[in-house]
């Protein structure tokens, strides 16, 4: 069976500091990946997807960037934290030619002061 | 774009009364999904739709496709604490890749 990890689970970075969130899928392959940020418990928003090794799409402009070096590794990243960062973040994945359904990791608290 | 909307935004109700809930958009989906997600936990798939009209049902759940293919509706039987949380609708945007989200619903029960 699939399972998704994601960790840390939670993280309390400075202001300024670098972000690397990292998610991986084990059992499926050529999973297409995402990432989306919810604040304050509330709407999901998409912040990057990717349908195969090295191909990130990014939905919004902001302080981060998503990398994929492996098939099955997805990474959230950030040079300098802002304190708008600050959210939970949570890495999906779901098969590339099979029905719409998205599985969720367990997710990362990120508080940044 | 696309978007979803989804009412109400928050819910009160007593244990043991049924809720219902429903996701509009104002452009035509072939998927809808809908998801439940505890504090501080990722969302957990409840039903997926596929097909206009289709009614489904997971446990004390119903889930239903609209006809117009605008709209979903998640119906909750006898309500539980347990079923407290944030439900979400879903779907795929119309390059099939990204899954768009609803602002969820926030439902409380009283015991």
């Known amino acids: 069976s699939q399972t998704i990890h994601q960790w840390p689970a939670t993280l309390v970075q400075p202001v300024g500091s670098p972000l690397s969130l990292e998610c991986t899928v084990e059992?499926?392959?050529?999973?297409?990946l995402y990432w989306y940020r919810q604040a304050a418990g509330r709407g999901l928003q998409l912040l990057f997807y990717?349908?195969?090794?090295?191909?990130i799409s990014s939905e919004v402009p902001q302080n981060l960037s998503a990398s994929r070096p492996q098939d099955r590794q997805f990474i959230l990243s950030s040079k300098k934290l802002l304190l708008s960062d600050s959210g939970f973040y949570l890495c999906?994945?779901?098969?590339?030619?099979?029905?719409?359904?998205?599985?969720f990791g367990s997710g990362t608290q990120l508080s940044v002061l | 774009g696309q978007q979803l909307n989804q009412s109400p935004q928050s819910m009160f109700i007593q244990e043991g009364e049924d809720v219902s809930m429903n996701c509009t958009s104002s452009?035509?989906?072939?998927?809808w999904l809908w998801y439940k997600q505890d504090p501080g936990e990722g969302p957990v798939l409840l039903i997926a739709?596929?097909?206009?009209?289709e009614l489904t049902s997971n446990g004390r759940l119903t889930a239903q496709f609209g006809i117009t293919r605008k709209d979903s509706f998640l119906n909750i039987s006898a309500s539980i604490p347990s079923d407290v949380g944030i439900y979400f609708c879903?779907?795929?945007?119309?390059?099939?890749?990204?899954?768009?989200f609803g602002p969820g619903t926030s439902l409380s029960v009283i015991p």
């Open positions: 999906a994945w779901r098969e590339m030619w099979g029905d719409e359904k998205l599985f």
């Open positions: 059992g499926t392959s050529n999973p297409n």
């Open positions: 990717s349908v195969g090794i090295g191909q």
């Open positions: 452009s035509i989906f072939n998927t």
């Open positions: 739709l596929y097909k206009a009209g």
């Open positions: 879903a779907g795929p945007k119309t390059s099939y890749d990204k899954v768009i």
